[in-house]
């Protein structure tokens, strides 16, 4: 129901807005985008954020909206009388800007806030919604995750917004702080450090804040009946896995091979990137695992099904703790840049699997050329990703992304050598930690480290539609795409 307190103004049509206002008096607000090839609603321009304080309350159902309330601190580099932010998927009761009651009004997934007086170019703004966080909804729209004893987050690609009022798009990373109030029985776990935990009567409220920037796709709050096991990595680093406490000794096994893969990783690449790390273990059927920022989550039953074999269990482990460096820390500029980030995590979970699960990395590099031309075929080059299908955002995430980028990466060593690989890779972590990176960046680096020119290599295995011949392997060939039968 729309209901405007301040002032009488005529009824805006919602029609593709999933969120509910109890207020909207702007005249026909219009979503906004930053111009994202695959998502060009996401993201909103005229501000920077730079900090968000979101506060949530869980009353112990995960079929009830949690009470919730987002503060935002940003930086307007240009005179803003509207503000767009991210939102659908929960109802707005109030905004404020600088301290000031605004006007508010949706439309499609975007929440079109109007201050009292604009706001000055080159100045900080503060901007407070309070909300609802509804974890009911698609399963597979993303956001909120409900699990057997509470709920998790899985955000990627856009669904932030369907948690919480954010310029939701990874060029604008910022530092988080998460606030969960939850009933004195469950325990509440989200991205960096716990800088405290206060009981009161039957609640507990946990306070968490991240020491690095992060983008909102990678935001992560977990609620339920938990156990934390806590242990040291490399250099003293804090690791902290989070499971269903009736699991904790089972899971035990893989979870103490976590400080192995943190070590494994920095012999790769460099330092760990962040202030702690561990695994989240949902009891949920998701169909992912997912790299949330500092914390990983994965299924349950990745590590309870029998029929995985240990090799691959592990190099899974590896590959949500590779997105660490890449797409974490170095986060793409836009959505067609995905490529980097899981080329390189499944560039290192086939390491992984070659070095330490006898699984030879040549053979899976050569069914990688074998489908490739397939792949390319059904979702574009690496770098060239087909938009998501309609309805099914997670559809952006095909083999061509994963296998076929870890391809590209492979063609890449072959043709510059394996010494100078190792040093772009940990040149490339090195430059861009905590920021964003574009694919042009990456191509730009790796010629200054070979010495020469990849302008050419770069196009045809980026953005071509047959995968290039294979350096050191000529007899490799890859099929050609099956015909659809006709209908």
Do not use: C
């Amino acid at each position: 129901m729309l209901h405007t307190p301040r002032r009488r103004l005529r009824a805006v049509v919602l029609a593709a807005a999933s969120a509910t206002l109890v207020a909207a008096t702007l005249p026909e607000p219009t979503a906004l985008g930053i111009g994202d090839p695959l998502f060009p609603q996401l993201g909103n321009p005229g501000y920077d954020v730079i900090a968000y304080d979101i506060d949530f309350t869980y009353q112990g159902s995960n079929t009830k909206p949690l009470d919730a309330v987002t503060k935002i601190d940003a930086w307007a580099n240009r005179r803003l009388g509207r503000i767009n932010l991210d939102f659908t998927h929960g109802t707005v009761r109030s905004v404020a800007v600088n301290g000031s009651t605004a006007d508010f009004a949706s439309a499609g997934e975007d929440l079109v806030v109007e201050p009292a007086t604009a706001v000055a170019a080159d100045s900080r703004m503060q901007i407070t919604v309070t909300h609802t966080s509804d974890p009911r909804g698609a399963k597979d729209a993303g956001g909120w995750v409900r699990t057997g004893d509470g709920v998790v987050m899985a955000n990627q690609a856009d669904a932030a917004h369907r948690v919480f009022p954010s310029n939701d798009h990874p060029a604008d990373k910022a530092y988080f702080t998460f606030r969960v109030t939850a009933p004195k029985n469950l325990t509440a776990v989200a991205n960096g450090l716990r800088v405290a935990r206060l009981r009161k009567g039957a609640s507990t409220s946990w306070i968490y804040r991240t020491g690095h920037p992060m983008a909102t796709e990678l935001a992560q709050v977990a609620i339920g009946r938990s156990a934390v096991v806590e242990r040291q990595g490399p250099h003293g680093l804090p690791i902290r896995d989070v499971v269903p406490a009736a699991d904790k000794a089972k899971l035990e096994p893989w979870l103490k091979k976590t400080p192995g893969h943190v070590q494994w990783m920095e012999d790769k690449v460099g330092a760990y990137p962040f202030e702690t790390y561990g695994v989240l273990v949902a009891d949920a059927d998701t169909g992912f695992e997912l790299e949330t920022q500092t914390l990983s989550l994965f299924e349950r039953s990745l590590f309870t099904n029998p029929a995985h074999p240990k090799w691959y269990v592990d190099s899974l482990m590896v590959h949500e703790l590779a997105h660490h460096w890449f797409g974490n820390s170095v986060s793409p500029r836009t959505w067609s840049d995905l490529w980097l980030n899981e080329g390189h995590a499944s560039w290192y979970e086939a390491l992984y699997a070659a070095e330490k699960g006898k699984q030879p990395l040549v053979e899976r590099m050569k069914q990688a050329y074998r489908l490739s031309d397939g792949w390319r075929a059904a979702g574009g080059a690496p770098a060239a990703p087909q938009a998501p299908a309609p309805g099914h955002k997670l559809s952006l995430f095909r083999p061509v992304v994963y296998g076929g980028s870890a391809l590209v990466l492979y063609a890449l060593r072959q043709t510059i050598g394996e010494a100078a690989f190792e040093r772009l890779e940990r040149e490339w972590v090195a430059e861009h930690r905590d920021s964003t990176a574009s694919t042009e960046d990456f191509t730009q680096l790796a010629s200054h480290v070979a010495g020469r020119d990849l302008g050419d290599f770069f196009q045809d295995w980026l953005y071509g539609k047959k995968t290039p011949p294979m350096p050191g392997h000529p007899d490799w060939r890859s099929e050609a795409p099956k015909a659809r039968a006709a209908r």
